[in-house]
């Protein structure tokens, strides 16, 4: 499904889908909730040791993994919860504030 | 076939982001788990109960599930997963389906213990082969915050609010796994999130892959209806588990088993502690040491079911 | 070839669903259509339909399992009545916003309290705004024909409706009537088989169903549902049609029996139109100009219809086996009402609310409602037009006739 795809609000009712069925799947990936964020997790792969906690209790996938390894953030869609950063017992994911962001840039 | 962490993970994930549950939410991570335990390629039908899983995970035009879906209504979601396997099984009777489907239903505890009772109890007792997976938030929390049958004695809800009068919620905890086990069907288990997700992925993959009727609770966090940190999921896993507020057990066949005693049982206080909707009772010892005796006796019942 | 035959309006309609062998039935035992699962499920133990029937827990329950089984691309079928069909009030909504074209059959009977096992129309009057379309039949033929012409309805792509096949409970439904069955392969070539392009068991095409839709998407998600019952008219017409090439008989919107030259009629629904029918005869016989019509099609209502029918006459009785309590008549009186709100403005109309609860209605009965309609016209007043026939009531003793 592509994002040009997606149904717009006021679409006339002869070209939306009958019963509110979409056809496809996964289409909430072209809804960024990243917005959301206060803080922010800055990673720091240096110091990861892949015990995968963070992605597991990851409740928006938001940890991004490439043959097997962690690789980062997917701030397209993190919520900024912590969950991540607390779970992490490699200190390898720091919880950056707004005001700590502003003052020194995030990875972001 | 024992538990491979590092290759589970690196399946493809079935729930996809961009939904909107809030920030520290643990029912997706609950879906995100039983998914994953699905064996790649193989197809499922995926129902839920109105709630907040479903509310935000399925906003139109925007679907985060990668399976096909349905959602109808609040107190039905085991009945119409019913009307979709009996539909399956008749496309395979006839072959006009080729494919294995698996069927998975999620709803709250409002609409498992509460509204959707009848309907569960309904699909269990005649044996459609689906897992129902009961994420336990232990209140309404997509209207507000509203005591169901699941929450806790003197939580404080927004029905239920503690005053000058009120302690909060006056009744005990139903105890729906019970139920569920009493129905003698198949597969029954109670998990709840832990760091390496060995529990609740085991238990998803017996459910999934047990021909007939499983039930499944796992115990889900609500940072905004229970007050406390979003970051705090795991930990407050771990301390309701480890107080044995909400054992780790699963019924086959009628045995109990019970996979995990925690060597040290940490006292009720702890769990009630990191929580704000137990605020109003922790200057009141009494009330905090019949909360334990409750926890102690269901604790004793546990291990004796389970020959401990 | 058809078969003649003796059968019950129950099992009429267990026969054309074991002919239509639909994948899944649903359904859950409630007086008077209990029969109708009764009859299916011997017809699933013997092996005479493929159909995997689900003996579900409650109505609510037996609505859900439909919608369920319906999404996932199979005919799916059920029958109900009364407070069955009042649990599943929620799922109806549901159905027709789904688009999904589940076929019900609907045992007319009271709703509680009290608890009344008898006739009237109060069940699925109340369900009338739930979306979907409404059959009404007058005997055991038309229940059975109706039940075979709802599939072809709710089915049809321009439409992707639900339909109730409504009959009077015990008058219609455990009357044992002469009856033309269709040969079972005549029947299946009828409906023809059922594919729907999407549905939630495609391997590799996965859908998503049963949205939560913000305002920019609501009614346009409803204005699309209306169009599939503005729809469903033609294609009703248009089943019949093909019905009445298979089989000689005849069906429309409504029945219009010895309307041509009429100056009064009634309007009904159901099993009473065969008693009306003897009133109108014995009246034709006196001389009197008095016609009759039955609603077959309650929804879509056949509003335009009614109202070219009804040019001419001079008064007219809406009855209503159904009390709605708006204090102005009955549903059937509001709807012929409103169609006449652009059609004739002379027309003495009134309501009668009837037969409630199973409430006996008699030749005599209909022929008081006609000899009111001619005082009616003798005064050039319908006043009072909120009428009640046969109850019994301290203030009218011609009431008290209808017991």
């Known amino acids: 499904m592509k994002e040009q795809d997606l149904i717009q609000p006021f679409t006339p009712w002869q070209d939306t889908t009958r019963g509110g069925n979409i056809y496809g799947s996964g289409s909430s990936k072209y809804y960024r909730t990243g917005g959301w964020r206060v803080d922010t997790p800055q990673f720091e792969a240096a110091r990861c040791v892949n015990c995968m906690r963070c992605f597991l209790l990851c409740p928006d996938g938001s940890i991004a993994l490439e043959d097997g390894q962690v690789t980062g953030i997917h701030y397209d869609y993190c919520k900024g919860c912590g969950i991540c950063s607390e779970v992490c017992n490699a200190g390898a994911i720091h919880m950056m504030s707004r005001q700590e962001e502003s003052a020194h840039g995030s990875e972001r | 076939m024992a538990y491979n962490m590092k290759n589970t993970v690196q399946k493809p994930e079935r729930l996809s982001p961009g939904h909107r549950m809030c920030a520290g939410c643990a029912a997706p991570v609950v879906v995100r788990t039983v998914l994953r335990a699905l064996e790649e390629g193989d197809e499922a039908v995926i129902t839920s109960a109105t709630g907040c899983l479903e509310v935000s995970t399925f906003i139109y035009p925007y679907t985060s599930w990668k399976d096909s879906f349905i959602h109808s209504a609040f107190e039905n979601a085991s009945a119409t997963t019913a009307g979709i396997e009996a539909a399956y099984r008749y496309k395979k009777k006839m072959g006009l389906l080729e494919k294995d489907y698996k069927f998975i239903t999620f709803g709250g505890d409002g609409g498992t213990y509460d509204i959707g009772l009848q309907s569960l109890s309904g699909a269990m007792e005649r044996g459609h082969d689906m897992v129902y997976v009961c994420y336990d938030n232990g209140a309404y929390m997509n209207t507000g915050i509203q005591r169901s049958s699941a929450t806790p004695r003197y939580a404080d809800t927004t029905t239920t609010p503690s005053g000058t009068q009120s302690l909060g919620k006056g009744q005990p905890r139903k105890d729906i796994t019970g139920i569920m086990a009493a129905h003698r069907i198949p597969y029954t288990a109670q998990s709840a999130l832990t760091a390496n997700m060995k529990d609740l992925y085991e238990k998803s993959q017996k459910a999934i892959y047990t021909q007939g009727p499983a039930f499944l609770n796992v115990l889900a966090p609500c940072p905004r209806g229970w007050r406390y940190d979003t970051p705090k999921l795991l930990e407050i896993s771990k301390i309701a588990v480890d107080t044995c507020y909400w054992p780790l057990f699963e019924v086959e066949g009628g045995v109990y088993t019970l996979n995990y005693q925690p060597k040290n049982k940490r006292p009720i206080s702890d769990w009630l502690e990191i929580q704000g909707r137990f605020r109003h009772i922790l200057k009141k010892p009494e009330i905090v040491e019949e909360i334990q005796k409750e926890v102690d006796e269901r604790w004793k019942e546990l291990l004796k079911l389970s020959g401990n | 070839m058809a078969v003649r035959d003796k059968r019950s309006g129950n099992e009429a309609v267990g026969i054309a669903m074991r002919q239509m062998n639909p994948g899944v039935v649903a359904a859950f035992p409630i007086t008077p259509s209990t029969e109708v699962p009764q009859y299916f499920s ?20 037996a609505m859900s399992a439909c919608i369920g089984a319906s999404y996932a691309g199979v005919r799916a079928m059920t029958a109900t009545s009364s407070n069955g069909l009042a649990l599943m009030w929620e799922m109806l909504y549901i159905a027709s916003s789904d688009r999904l074209p589940i076929v019900m059959a609907v045992v007319n009977r009271a709703l509680s309290g009290p608890i009344s096992i008898h006739n009237d129309h109060a069940d699925s009057m109340g369900a009338r705004d739930a979306g979907w379309v409404q059959l009404y039949g007058e005997n055991n033929q038309e229940a059975y024909d109706n039940e075979i012409m709802a599939v072809c309805v709710a089915e049809h792509p321009d439409v992707e409706l639900p339909v109730m096949n409504c009959y009077d409970g015990f008058i219609t439904s455990h009357s044992v009537e002469n009856i033309e069955l269709l040969e079972d392969d005549a029947v299946r070539d009828f409906v023809g088989e059922y594919r729907p392009g999407h549905h939630l068991l495609n391997p590799g095409a996965p859908m998503s169903a049963g949205p939560l839709d913000m305002p920019g998407y609501y009614f346009e998600h409803k204005r699309s549902q209306a169009e599939g019952m503005i729809c469903a008219k033609k294609v009703i017409l248009e089943t019949a049609d093909r019905f009445y090439e ?102 003495l109309l009134c309501s009668y609310i009837y037969g409630l609860g199973g409430r006996d209605v008699r030749v005599e009965d209909i022929l008081q409602v006609f000899k009111s309609l001619s005082d009616d016209i003798a005064r050039g007043s319908a006043e009072p037009y909120c009428r009640y026939l046969g109850v019994t009531d301290k203030e009218k003793e011609e009431a008290a006739d209808g017991i």
């Open chain 3, 42 to 61: 011997g017809y699933a133990a013997n092996g005479e339909v493929d159909t995997e029937f689900v003996p579900v827990e409650s109505e609510h329950s």
């Open chain 3, 246 to 347: 298979l089989t000689g008989r005849r069906y429309g919107l409504f029945e219009a029996y010895q309307m041509d030259d009429a100056e009064m009629a009634v309007i009904l629904i159901g099993s009473s139109a065969g008693t009306a029918k003897e009133a109108v005869k014995r009246l034709r016989r006196e001389g009197v100009k008095a016609g009759l019509i039955k609603i077959r099609v309650f929804r879509p209502f056949p509003a335009e219809e009614i109202k070219e029918a009804l040019k001419g006459l001079r008064a007219v009785a809406v009855m209503d086996k159904s009390e709605g309590f708006s204090t102005h008549g009955g549903p059937l009186f509001h709807e012929v009402s409103s169609a006449l709100y652009y059609g004739d403005k002379d027309l």
